[in-house]
């Protein structure tokens, strides 16, 4: 249980960390190749140090020879002889300078294509980078928007409540229901409807009997005149 514990904080920590552990670990490997180009430059100084060495030997060795048979040719054998060992000397040298610039040679090839390889493998590390960091921006954004926007319960609550407040019956509308309720059980209107067909005598004064009034005083007035 502890070693799953420990597994799922390491995940969470690596997923809240992992633009900085990229950038950590593009750093270390960008170490890692500027030391194989040190070793690299050492190196081609070694191999062109031992390719000066030959050259240098392979010019005394001709001139000491060159030396050595005009000595031969005048019969001073015993000074040909002591030159001719330095020959000897000097060439086995350059054979050892030679399997040494040899071996030299090959760990600068296979070191070259390992930091080229190395060089392109960073390149798009740092690319691939660059499009992490924006999907992981793109991700902080969306995060923060989602926090911020409404969620659909609190919308469709939203709604319902809305609902609730305008689909409400009006209060005053109700009253008014309940009083014409209650002057039908009454029969407290009966006489004005039948006032109103011409039976009996209404209690209430109408807009046609206003205008039938104004009318009579009008047609009154016109009479005295």
Do not use: C, W
């Not at 633009?19 to 270390?28: A, C, Y």
């Not at 050492?42 to 062109?48: G, N």
């Not at 019969?75 to 060439?91: D, F, H, P, W, Y």
């Not at 109103?196 to 205008?211: F, I, P, S, W």
Request: glycine fraction near 4%.
């Amino acid at each position: 249980m502890f070693k799953g514990a420990n597994a799922r904080a390491e995940e969470k920590f690596r997923d809240h960390f992992a633009i900085d552990l990229i950038d950590q670990k593009i750093r270390e490997a960008q170490v890692g190749l500027q030391a194989a180009k040190s070793t690299l430059a050492s190196l081609i100084l070694r191999e062109r140090s031992e390719q000066r060495q030959i050259e240098a030997l392979k010019s005394r060795i001709d001139k000491l020879t060159q030396s050595t048979v005009a000595a031969l040719a005048d019969n001073r054998t015993e000074l040909a002889s002591e030159a001719a060992q330095g020959i000897a000397q000097m060439e086995n040298e350059m054979v050892v300078r030679r399997d040494t610039a040899t071996r030299i040679e090959s760990k600068i090839t296979r070191l070259r294509t390992s930091v080229e390889a190395a060089n392109r493998r960073i390149i798009d590390l740092k690319q691939s980078a660059i499009t992490a960091k924006a999907i992981h921006q793109e991700r902080r954004i969306q995060v923060k928007l989602n926090s911020f926007a409404p969620r659909q319960n609190s919308i469709e609550e939203a709604e319902e409540l809305i609902s609730r407040v305008v689909d409400q019956d009006d209060p005053f509308e109700q009253s008014e229901i309940l009083r014409e309720i209650d002057a039908n059980l009454r029969f407290e209107d009966i006489g004005e409807r039948l006032a109103e067909q011409g039976y009996g005598t209404a209690r209430k004064t109408t807009a046609a009997d206003v205008l039938a009034r104004l009318q009579s005083k009008t047609n009154q007035g016109e009479t005295d005149v």
